[in-house]
């Protein structure tokens, strides 16, 4: 029987509003409605959740009952370094008031990991980067990107730190790009508590192979959580797991296996028109049959096929395990 | 002198929200301020205006005495049809009360469009399209969507409609995706009173010739407006004019120039992080620049390089006209 | 049982050059040879073969025997109008003797699609397009591009010609870049014998869905033929078909089968360095698998679903089918 | 006066093959053909020769005979670790046996080096990577990667190997993919006569700002040559230095001037229908234009509105400088 723990971003359980439909693709959620909605879901274990919260009056006890009575825990919090006040970066804002403001923001996010006893402070800086060509002195930008993580994973060495890089949106070119790019950056921080949040959709996109990406961060010692969704490579599309890239989805876990990494499975969808749970479930339902065809792939001859990199040989065994695992 | 006429989107002047800055990229702005924002541009003569106003309140003619005071007339009127209750489409949704409810809200626009003596309704049907593989029946989508644009144009045979394309966004897939696509809907639909707002970006972001693009919609009649800005070729990021792609940028100016095409050289921009005044005056000025070159340019030995596909006397011909004209 | 007929580009069966490993990825292979290779694929019908042979003293008797021998008939004839002396285009040529070159050497392909009682002559003009900004005047090269095949289908109105759009490569940019441009194109030159032979490859990193690109070319009556590959959507790599993109695949299929089109699903791989049976093996058995799957597809459970764009019902009945019919 | 040293890779001047026009773009040339066409170029001063020579009875005095008489130096030689035998990989070849091979070759590569005074050896090794998903472990791949390098860069102490990256082709992943990658492996292998040559258009197509990558290696002390083009990015087409992204291009150049980088300002360009001569001197035009522009430049001004993210201002100082400097 699995043992595989699931989770989502809470942002999954929202509505979502875009540059067009500004008003929404629905009604808004609270909190508290998401987590309702996340308890819902057949298999899910853990949340990531936002703060500060939407709602300012909402307390982390009626957040901590809410997540009880649905039979979740919470995995990471992910600070709002991305809103309109860090429109021009969060660690790298030619502000250093602003910067100061996303430092205070992830040590308030800190002390609510601490709280929910989770495992990550999520960074995200979206807004970190540049849009136009001659807009940056790039020497610098990369200095402060690295320098306000670092400064965050010293201010609280009894936590961890997860980067999730991306390589672009809502900046046109986000500082922390790529697996390799964010590694490079971890290195010099020089620190053990900063790690990476492997995103498979962000790898896709980016032009990455997901699987190798994951090799290259546990090779690093640094693949601290990842999360999966598709995309059809041009762009985030945050579509449902497995619904366009089976195959690489499918290496992905598969190298996660091989490495016995044994983190959680979570998910990062952004189910625009779809109804959420149905969303998750169906995802998560994908993620079982790749677990169960790992349990039945032949990892040796896998191996010896990589071994003399025959393509046929190993698309047949990945082609066996995952389309009789239904 | 100049007697080329500017033109802009006057969402150029909102501030903009998206699905991470959800509290948007500055405070709202009504149109009226818009309209006074718009004003203080230093070459602006018409603007495109989205109907139904945000504030059901406003009245035409607050609108038209802001427009008269600013010396800006309309151009066309652009309906919302991909607010959160077109989610699943306007001419295409599954619900037959929601496309009624596009073609009303058309209608309207139509009569707001009389109202302001503009030249066309802009049917920009961002969330006519697909999300996933299999979601849709490919044969209806594209029927309902011809359907859809040929009702408003028999509705209103003394109007002009004209559609924006787009390949994808806010949809994963628009339906009205590429020049070509839109020209064979147009022809099958048949009637004198549809045509193209060619989108310079929309169309690089595209894969095509902008320039390509322009002279197949005019070799159809069609080409019924346009409206420039830039990109990373991989997504519609509304960058300014001309500021990463000056040369298809000169090279789409030229085809209409060559072609004798006079309308309004209009901007659509989104200037999320940049003063949106500054913007437009950034991108009018090398619109400028360009319209210098032309004149400058040698348009008889640049057709007889191009009669013999000659890449470096077109280039050359090319840089010496823009890049003397600053 | 299957009467699903399967075919292949010869050139399958070739080994291939590129601009780095000029020596090739292997020793060059004759067309006789590459014969009694397809002949040894377990279930191969049909080929399209190049035409002028590489070998000039090569008989048209000596390739109907080894085609005998192998079983195997001839569906297309692919003339090579993309060679050297085509390298500014084959209709497109600023050469009015090599456009005449371009012309002879199609209608020489015709009297070859004759003797084998093939199906079409098959045109890919990847020479027919532009690479720079400003190169060529794109209206008269479009019209050479519809003159070109016109004349063709002219000369030979007892024969179909089938164009295989493609978006780019060798030139940065082919004139016939997609399948709407490609339908444009030939309802302009108005000859019931002009089709398209849509390559899902091409569809696929064009930007478009493969299964709305069939279902429209099927609408306009003019899906004359097709083949299959993989890519990861940014290049025509002309990988194993179903490797990377099997429901997409799928979707191609499922709608070939929705509109009852009964030709034969034929192979366009490059296996550069892969055995080129293995190569064609492997992906006969996973289209043998979509063929199975669409005999247990619940074909009017998917219509309804798609009739209110149910993504997460079509992903589970697509799912359900194939995922159980390895 | 101008004292930047221009050079171009061999390569430029022969004629080219690809899998289509088999029979390549023009007769061959042999290589001193290219170099003394190289000498027709208006201000070349050094060239990256490919080894082995075609012709393996052509000597190193023939050669240096038709560089002396053409003024030209060698810079680099690039020894050709992506020929046939080289198809599954020069350092990651699954066979010891061809891993040994290309160690020789590179040795071989040094030798000449050596004889001829030049720079570096370069090393692009395209054929290493993978196809398909599943095809390798990628723990592996990148270990042999990184050993293979290491073990010439020990070997040769007193020579510096430069590593061109690239995202892909041939491979359909090249494991040298990013300037982040390379820089990541670079640390790894730990010697100091490694780094980097990079290719303006490898970094545009691999989606970086070049600048940025220029940046990251300058501040890594491992900037140690490059070389120019253009492309559409979305693949390596080796397009004339500025005729398509002459801004970028112009912003490249202004972070090598920045940080003081003294080295040559190489062309890596295929003109596969163009004049090579005509072709170079376009680019190099360009490029003296780009010299002339950051004589003009404020670089103070440029800074200050860097530091404040200025995106508008940035681009009017960028644009007078480049625009007035025809």
């Known amino acids: 029987m699995s043992t595989q723990k699931f ?20 009604p808004p959620r609270s909190l508290i409605e998401m987590i309702d909605l996340a308890g819902t879901v ?47 970066g969060a660690f790298t804002n030619p502000d250093p008031g602003i910067r100061r403001l996303a430092n205070e923001m992830c040590n308030d996010a800190a002390r609510v990991v601490r709280h929910f006893g989770a495992d990550y402070v999520k960074l995200w800086p979206g807004q970190d980067g540049w849009d136009y060509p ?20 010293s201010q609280n060495p009894d936590l961890k730190f997860v980067i999730e890089y991306k390589p672009r949106e809502p900046r046109v070119h986000m500082s922390y790009d790529s697996v390799a790019r964010t590694l490079l950056g971890i290195e010099k921080i020089g620190l053990p ?20 990406a994951a090799q290259l961060a546990i090779d690093h010692g640094r693949l601290f959580g990842m999360d999966v969704n598709d995309n059809l490579r041009g762009w985030d599309d945050d ?16 190298t996660l296996r091989k490495n016995k990494w044994e983190g959680v499975w979570q998910l990062d969808q952004f189910p625009f028109r779809e109804d959420s749970v149905q969303a998750a479930n169906a995802a ?15 990892f040796d001859a896998m191996q010896a096929a990589q071994d003399r990199q025959d393509a046929v040989a190993t698309m047949r065994l990945a082609r066996e395990a995952l389309f009789t695992s239904y």
Not at 134 to 153: C, I, N, P, T, Y
Not at 193 to 212: C, K, Q, W
């Open 193 to 212: 508590n900063v790690g990476i949040l492997l995103d498979f959709g962000h790898s896709l996109y980016g032009g990455e192979s997901p699987a190798d």
């Open 284 to 298: 998560i339902d994908f993620l079982k049959m790749c677990e169960r065809a790992l349990d039945k792939l032949d």
């Open 134 to 153: 001659f807009q940056v002195d790039h020497r610098k930008l990369w200095q402060a990107s690295m320098d306000g993580v670092g400064e965050l994973a």
């Open 7 to 26: 989770g989502a971003g809470i942002w999954h359980f929202a509505t979502f509003v875009d540059r067009y439909a500004t008003d929404g693709y629905g």
């Open 42 to 88: 057949d298999d899910l274990s853990v949340v990531d959740i936002n703060y500060p919260f939407v709602d300012p009056d909402l307390s982390l006890d009626a957040v901590s009952a809410a997540l009880t009575r649905n039979n979740l825990s919470v995995i990471g919090i992910t600070p709002e370094i991305y809103t309109r006040q860090f429109a021009k």
């Open 239 to 254: 579509l449902i797991a497995g619904s366009v890239h089976p195959i690489e989805l499918f290496e992905f876990f598969y």
